[in-house]
């Protein structure tokens, strides 16, 4: 783009000075003497490499008998339209990015209006996450680290995954919670782990509540495709910590672990870290904590471990010893499938899906 004539409708003031030069016959040396500058200042400004300033404008205005407003505002009318011209250029990079986002999700969430231009969703999508361009959220380190989970993630896989914790976190940020506190959790999650034989949308607003008195915020949000995210822990201060956790996984089995393996990156306190789960297993030493952690809590060891080797695992033994430890049976189900001693196929009459509701904002 040539910043010396954008799109031939408005010219850089260097433009006039250098026709005014020809006029009066003189060199742009000859001039730069006579304006009480230099011949470097007049050269930049005829290829449009310098802008009016206002001394410049002040002498000009006293050479050429017009007034400093003259300069200033042609400096003015073709700073805008570079301005324009950028936005232009810029819009068109970020209509090609829109098209890598699921802007339904948003239309599903009723936090923005359904629309057909792609221009229109770029801005309504900037607007609400308060950023100035998507392709700010194509930065890796934006939110997320990408160290672990998607192996070379792609373009889409970034930009949705951050945009997806950039909505955890302003729902959240919307959530009233008391100062963070490590004892009042550490009793709020024994309650809670009493609740996994509950139905989820019948206790899932006691659990918000008893996590936001302990300086945790619970947020529940739809899946968002290609982001790959199944839930998130960003500290929003010290005193707040966000729990975000999607429906990529729709049973309630994996809920629970997803909702204990996220509270136990609570308490490592990585405050500025953000921690998340993807849908591929991952190595990291905290994950693996987060991982040890959720597993105690949904079912003890020493008790699992002598389930296990009993060799039982028919529905009428996993549902039996659900009810020794007060267990949902598919809470039992989904860690034997994970550990691969049942097929994936297996006893999942024995778990229940979680309705959508309770992923609505």
């Not at 996220?262 to 500025?272: A, D, M, N, S, T």
């Amino acid at each position: 783009m040539s910043k010396k004539n954008i799109e031939s409708i408005s010219f850089h003031p260097g433009y006039y000075i250098s026709e005014i030069i020809d006029d009066l016959e003189i060199t742009q040396e000859e001039f730069a003497i006579r304006l009480g500058t230099t011949a470097k200042t007049i050269s930049k400004l005829v290829n449009g490499e310098a802008n009016i300033s206002k001394d410049l404008a002040m002498k000009l205005a006293s050479m050429l008998n017009t007034s400093p407003e003259v300069w200033l505002n042609l400096q003015k009318k073709y700073d805008l339209a570079l301005i324009e011209q950028s936005k232009k250029e810029e819009m068109a990079e970020e209509v090609k990015l829109i098209q890598e986002v699921d802007y339904s999700f948003f239309v599903k969430l009723g936090v923005l209006p359904a629309v057909r231009n792609a221009a229109d969703k770029v801005s309504n999508l900037c607007s609400y996450l308060s950023i100035s361009r998507l392709s700010i959220l194509t930065e890796t380190d934006y939110n997320l680290k990408f160290r672990n989970g998607i192996k070379n993630p792609k373009q889409k896989n970034i930009l949705s995954a951050n945009i997806w914790v950039e909505t955890a976190t302003k729902v959240g940020r919307s959530y009233v919670t008391k100062p963070y506190n490590e004892r009042a959790l550490s009793t709020a999650v024994k309650k809670i782990v009493e609740m996994t034989t509950s139905p989820i949308e019948q206790v899932l607003d006691q659990i918000k509540n008893l996590l936001a008195e302990c300086g945790v915020a619970l947020v529940m949000l739809p899946y968002l495709k290609n982001s790959g995210l199944h839930g998130v822990v960003k500290w929003l201060s010290k005193e707040k910590a966000l729990v975000a956790i999607s429906d990529r996984r729709k049973y309630s089995d994996t809920f629970w672990f997803t909702l204990f393996h996220e509270l136990g990156h609570v308490f490592q306190k990585r405050i500025k870290d953000v921690s998340y789960t993807w849908e591929s297993d991952t190595v990291d030493e905290s994950e693996h904590e987060a991982d040890m952690f959720a597993q105690e809590r949904l079912i003890p060891a020493d008790q699992y471990q002598a389930f296990v080797e009993n060799g039982a695992f028919s529905s009428s033994a996993i549902i039996a010893f659900a009810r020794r430890i007060n267990r949902d049976p598919g809470i039992i189900v989904g860690r034997l499938q994970n550990d691969c001693l049942i097929l994936h196929s297996q006893n999942n009459a024995l778990r229940t899906k979680i309705p959508e509701i309770c992923f609505a904002i």
